[in-house]
């Protein structure tokens, strides 16, 4: 009975492990370049995906200058801390709890977080503290800095890989080896614990610059990914 006792716990115990060793894919796509990030970054990891959407459907955004989603960031920036400053979106019913690895997959809205977006992570970021947070942003041209600073508004206590990830729509089509160049410099098996990837996925031969671009010849100096692996050159 003792040793039947130990077995049931030892799988328990493992099922547990899995469960909060398990990655989020959380993501809103307004144009389609995030929903093909995710679809690419979901070859390449094991994860469950979500995906936020607008509680008012077939708004557009960009018309008049962007005038709507203007007066949508406009409004969370005049009031952050208040709930009725957020567009409403769908219901979402994901637990929170099953995942420790949030990875968020959000566009660029005039050098700010998209709406939408802020929405989720206003509502839920306080659920996310202690868990890891990785962060992917698809823009036109713009820097990234102002989605990472709304980000870690408003998800305080994530655990942040140590890079974020910029996929600008010049580099777009390049997207999957910047994945693949990402997630070998952020350790990400090593920071979550999933060693499991799916067969398909293949590391990127020869060497590239942090932006994706295969090198021709040996660099002279900085952090390079050679082989799939993460390289520093002195």
Known sequence: ??????????????????????????YYSYTNYCREIVTTLTSQIQADVLEIQPAEKGLKYEANGYALGTKLLNAIKANPNDASSYPAIDPVNTSLSDYQTIIIVTPLWWSQMAANMQTY????????????????????????????ADCKRLVPDGKYFSENLWINHS???????????????????T???????????TAPTGIYDLTGRLLVEEPSKGIYIKNGKKVVIK
Do not use: E
């Open 191 to 201: 920071v979550t614990g999933i060693t499991q990837t799916p067969t398909t996925t």
């Open 1 to 26: 009975m003792k040793k039947l006792m130990f077995i049931v716990c030892a799988m328990l115990t493992l099922l547990c492990t899995d469960a909060t060793a398990k990655t989020l894919v959380v």
């Open 171 to 189: 580099n777009h089509s390049n997207r999957s080896t910047l994945i693949q160049n990402w997630l070998t410099a952020i350790n990400y098996n």
């Open 121 to 148: 992570l206003f509502n839920y970021g306080g659920q996310m503290a202690g868990k890891n947070i990785g962060l992917i942003v698809s823009s036109a041209s713009s820097g990234i800095s102002g989605v990472v």
